[in-house]
Nanobody
Framework: QVQLVESGGGLVQPGGSLRLSCAASGSIARFSTMGWYRQAPGKQRDLVATITSGGSTNYADSVKGRFAISRDNAKNTVYLQMNSLKPEDTAVYYC?????????WGQGTQVTVSS
């Protein structure tokens, strides 16, 4: 059983930055693809960024150049550095981990971008 614990959300002004963290239980996380989705009120859950066990990354077009995903395998943790935040980035951000055949999810952390 894998558990994911997110932290780092909060309220930030437009143009500001936040760093989200997702800590996974167990060392198996270092062999897994991990990433972040987000869900705004009334909208579907959308992919934000992914990172493979080898460090390859992929981003949604809406966050390219502003967000950066990284991982620390020694700490079984993945990070999402979010810069130049916009009001449309407001959402609950969910960490996920793929360990076939299952995908595990964190509980979500709220990010609100507002002046």
């Amino acid at each position: 059983q894998v558990q994911l614990v997110e932290s780092g959300g909060g309220l930030v002004q437009p143009g500001g930055s936040l760093r989200l963290s997702c800590a996974a239980s167990g060392s198996i996380a270092r062999f897994s693809t991990m990433g972040w989705y987000r869900q705004a009120p009334g909208k579907q859950r959308d992919l934000v960024a992914t990172i493979t066990s080898g460090g390859s990354t992929n981003y949604a077009d809406s966050v390219k150049g502003r967000f950066a995903i990284s991982r620390d395998n020694a700490k079984n943790t993945v990070y999402l550095q979010m810069n130049s935040l916009k009001p449309e980035d407001t959402a609950v951000y969910y960490c996920y981990l793929v360990l076939l055949p299952r995908t595990y999810w964190g509980q979500g952390t709220q990010v609100t971008v507002s002046s």
